[in-house]
């Protein structure tokens, strides 16, 4: 506390603080527990100052008595993979990324949190001169997710607790090395990872109180200027407009089918059994091959208990085929690879899919009972049929329509290390009924192969998707 006048002015000038907050006055207000730590920034500064040291580029630093730092002609295929992974990315998972390696300054937050949980995984494997540095990196990752969660018990943050703890002293081993001519390495961002554990404690999981929200919305506001004479009364005009769309979408519950910017706009098709699927056009009739016909009767027959060939000649070789499928209430949008523009860098893969069938585990045992357990699966979608079944035996007694999907699965591994699961070949193609199918994934290649990227179940992350956004898989 300073004794003079001129003192405090000194300390005014040199702190930047002029006296106490107004806000210290409101009950409601606990310093500094009301202040969580901003997620958003956080894990924008902590990533940008990794891959300055990865680089070799952090405040004249050199990696001292180890060997974190990745070569530039590496760094440099990193960043090509980096800006030609964007195309095997729904849009719905983000923005496209331009080369780290060129030019950071289009990076945003939202860029590096795109950067960081989805794709830097395959992108750094096997790309640093020990499996350490990656595995540490590994750790970060899978701690910023688990921050990320929906939901979380007392137990799970002090498990966030203990792991930022012991990822920060690492940190400390491996870049700090306990030498103080690298004290600059131990900045502010990397002390205030350990504080994450308190303000989810205070406030509840990051994704409450990060800023991603209020800038996606300065950012529309700014577009939302249209006159330069006059810039509050556009936004002004903007908000209520906005404001009564979200009210017509609310009273008449058309927040699916009048969505700014969304497929789900293109009058989809339900179907009585699929009330949370949604068609889209366009639908054409197609003559399957043989081998395509054969696999659809073969699902039709596993699915009603029969054999293939007391059907064979009752399900038509001529099909309707759907392009697009939606989820209602926000869900995902899939899109049949024939319908995906390869020619066009600017597409955006959407056919990639994660489906579950229940597996009979002892289905090699004929003689025992079988035992039927979820599996997941992913590979690519190739049509949609709409199959109409006529009312006669072995089928129902009315007419029944089936949506089922020709899907060619990924022959997929998981990878520990990487924590994702990889493939490099398909198997046989397969049919299924579309329920199974629970969410698009991305995928993003690796060496000889690819690591899928799966934002699905227990592995979904809390994801900014404001409505109306500029999000767009064409």
């Not at 406030?203 to 509050?232: D, K």
């Not at 098709?269 to 949370?276: C, G």
């Not at 070949?425 to 192969?449: A, F, H, M």
């Amino acid at each position: 506390m300073a004794l003079t006048s001129t003192e405090s002015t000194r300390l005014s000038i040199l702190y930047g603080i002029n006296g106490t907050s107004i806000y210290s006055q409101l009950s409601s207000i606990r310093f500094p527990n009301s202040f969580p730590v901003d997620f958003m920034h956080l894990l924008e500064n902590i990533m940008e100052a990794l891959v300055l040291l990865w680089t070799g580029n952090f405040k004249g630093l050199d990696e001292g008595i180890h060997e974190y730092t990745i070569e530039k002609t590496v760094w440099e295929a990193i960043g090509k993979a980096t800006e030609a992974a964007s195309s095997h990315l729904p849009a719905a998972f983000g923005r496209r990324l331009p080369d780290i390696s060129q030019d950071r300054t289009y990076y945003t937050a939202e860029a590096w949190l795109i950067w960081t949980t989805l794709l830097a995984r395959p992108l750094l494997y096997q790309r640093f001169k020990h499996i350490c540095y990656f595995d540490h990196f590994v750790r970060l990752v899978e701690l910023f997710t688990q921050c990320m969660d929906w939901e979380m018990d007392i137990q799970k943050v002090e498990g966030i607790r203990a792991g930022i703890a012991q990822w920060v002293q690492d940190f400390e081993r491996i870049y700090y090395q306990y030498d103080a001519n690298r004290l600059p390495v131990c900045t502010l961002q990397f002390h205030m990872l350990l504080h994450v554990a308190d303000t989810i404690l205070d406030a509840g999981p990051v994704w409450v109180y990060w800023v991603f929200v209020m800038e996606r919305l300065c950012r529309r506001l700014q577009r939302s200027v249209t006159s330069r004479r006059h810039p509050y009364a556009s936004m002004n005009t903007w908000v209520i407009e906005w404001e009564q769309l979200k009210l017509v979408k609310n009273r008449f519950g058309l927040s699916d089918v009048f969505h700014p910017n969304s497929a789900m706009g293109s009058n989809p098709t339900f179907f009585p059994d699929y009330p949370l699927s949604g068609l889209l056009r366009p639908r054409t009739i197609k003559t399957l091959s043989t081998d395509h016909h054969q696999r659809l009767v073969a699902a039709i027959g596993t699915k009603y208990d029969v054999s293939s060939k007391s059907i064979q000649n009752i399900i038509p070789q001529q099909i309707a085929c759907w392009n697009r499928l939606r989820r209602v209430g926000g869900g995902d949008l899939l899109r049949v690879a024939s319908a995906v523009k390869r020619t066009s860098g600017e597409h955006r893969n959407n056919s990639y899919v994660r489906y579950v069938l229940y597996v009979d585990i002892y289905a090699r045992q004929r003689r025992r009972e079988p035992a039927f357990e979820p599996r997941t699966y992913f590979g690519c979608l190739e049509e949609i049929y709409e199959v109409l079944l006529p009312a006669q035996p072995p089928f129902e007694a009315e007419v029944k329509v089936l949506l089922l999907a020709l899907i060619r699965p990924c022959d997929a591994m998981f990878n520990s290390q990487m924590n994702a699961y990889t493939y490099r070949n398909y198997k046989p193609l397969e049919v299924v009924d579309i329920q199974t199918i629970e969410s698009v994934v991305g995928r993003v290649p690796y060496g000889n192969g690819w690591a899928i990227v799966d934002r699905s179940g227990e592995l979904a992350r809390a994801t900014l998707v404001a409505s109306g956004s500029e999000v767009s898989d064409d």
